[in-house]
């Protein structure tokens, strides 16, 4: 089987683990999502206090590491691994490349919206589109810079075999 295949394979794998976890994780109750969220924030919080940085407003903090980290950077890799399962197939290359990346960005746009339903009916918890565009906006943000970092590359090489 060739590299690029079990590429494939890896991110598409690595892509669908990535929504699984988001739609459980958009199932748990406000109690349990609220306690994960704080013991990552409060360990970064813990990191950065030990290399001197103080942060004095630690609520402020929570919620902004709860959105960074929660939705857009988890968003970001469901994005950034899609994507590179679409390259390592070479979907961007062929004649339907559009309709590809218009099914990169429906699948985004239906697990953000599914998350975020999922969450207006767990208890403790609250779907809002404010989270709906945050989740957008790092799949989007992700999935576009790996495209672009490929697009580079291949630029970039097919460069050095002109000359």
């Known amino acids: 089987m060739k590299a690029r295949k079990v590429l494939f394979y890896v991110f598409l794998a690595l892509s669908i683990a990535t929504n ?10 406000g109690g349990g999502s609220a306690a994960q969220s704080f013991s990552f924030s409060d360990w970064f ?4 206090e030990s290399i001197g940085i103080t942060i004095t407003d630690r609520e ?10 929660g939705h857009y950077l988890l968003f970001g890799l469901s994005g950034a691994f899609t994507m590179l399962s679409l390259i390592m197939n070479d979907f961007l290359t062929n004649k339907f ?10 699948l985004g746009v239906t697990v953000a919206v599914v998350s975020e339903l999922i969450q ?6 609250a779907g809002t589109f404010t989270d709906v565009f945050i989740d957008l906006a790092g ?6 810079i790996t495209y672009l970092i ?4 291949v630029r970039h090489k097919s460069k050095k075999i002109v000359k």
């Not at 490349?97 to 429906?106: P, R, S, Y």
């Open 20 to 29: 699984v976890l988001i739609i459980v994780e958009s199932s748990i109750g």
């Open 45 to 48: 919080i813990n990191l950065l």
């Open 60 to 69: 402020a903090f929570h919620a902004v590491f709860r959105k960074l980290v």
């Open 97 to 106: 490349a559009w309709k590809i990346n218009l099914f990169c960005l429906a």
């Open 120 to 125: 207006a009916f767990v208890p403790g918890r």
């Open 139 to 144: 799949y989007i943000s992700f999935a576009g």
């Open 150 to 153: 490929y697009f580079l590359v």
